[in-house]
C-alpha cells in the first residue's frame, strides 16, 4: 500500500484517478449495503404481518373496538388482560390479572391454556415458537411501543 501511494504521487492525475475510484467504490459498497438492509427489514415486516393474517385474523382485528370471535388485538402489547369493556371474556380471562407483554404473548400463542387456564380461544391449535415471534413482532409493531 505504501509503495503503491508513493507511485501514485508521482503524478497527480494518476493520484486522482485512485482517489476517485476509491470513494466511488466506498460509496457504491455503502449503498449495496443500505439497500440489502431495508429490503430485509421489509422482507421481515411483511413475514410478521402474514403470519398473523395465517393464524390470528379469521378471529381478530388490530383496530380499535373491532371485535370479531375474539377480542380486537389494538395495543395489546402493555394492555390488561381481560380489559376490553365491550368484549364477552371467559372468566379465566377476565381474572388472569397481568399485563400482556412480548414474552407473555408469545408464550400464549403457543400454547394458551398454560398461560390462562380455562380461556375460551377455540378452536385454535397453537403455532410453532417461530410463528409466535413474528406475530408477537407484528402485534409490537401495531401498538406502538418499539
Ligand atoms: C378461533 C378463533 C381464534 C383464533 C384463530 C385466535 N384467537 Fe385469540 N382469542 C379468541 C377468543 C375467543 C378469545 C377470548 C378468550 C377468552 O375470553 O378466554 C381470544 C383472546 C385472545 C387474547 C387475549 C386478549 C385480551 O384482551 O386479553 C389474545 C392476546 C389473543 N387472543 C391473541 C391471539 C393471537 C396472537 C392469535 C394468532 C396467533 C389468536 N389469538 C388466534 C379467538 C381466537
Not at 393474517?53 to 377480542?71: F, M, Q, Y
Not at 376490553?84 to 394458551?112: C, E, H, Q, T
Not at 377455540?122 to 406475530?135: L, N, Q, R, T
Request: proline share 4%; hydrophobic share 35%.
Amino acid at each position: 500500500m505504501e509503495a503503491r501511494m508513493q507511485l501514485s504521487q508521482r503524478t497527480s492525475r494518476n493520484r486522482w484517478v485512485r482517489l476517485i475510484a476509491a470513494v466511488g467504490l466506498t460509496w457504491l459498497l455503502s449503498a449495496l449495503a443500505s439497500v440489502a438492509q431495508q429490503s430485509s427489514s421489509a422482507t421481515s415486516d411483511e413475514a410478521a404481518h402474514q403470519a398473523f393474517n395465517n393464524s390470528c385474523r379469521t378471529c381478530h382485528s388490530v383496530k380499535e373496538g373491532d371485535n370479531r370471535l375474539g377480542p380486537n388485538l389494538n395495543r395489546i402489547v402493555g394492555r390488561k388482560a381481560g380489559s376490553l369493556p365491550n368484549y364477552n371474556y371467559s372468566p379465566a380471562m377476565k381474572d388472569a390479572g397481568f399485563v400482556w407483554d412480548k414474552d407473555r404473548l408469545a408464550r400464549f400463542i403457543v400454547k394458551p391454556d398454560e398461560v390462562v387456564s380455562g380461556n375460551k380461544m377455540e378452536p385454535y391449535g397453537g403455532i410453532s415458537p417461530d410463528e409466535a415471534a413474528k406475530v408477537v413482532a407484528y402485534l409490537q409493531s401495531t401498538s406502538g411501543t418499539q
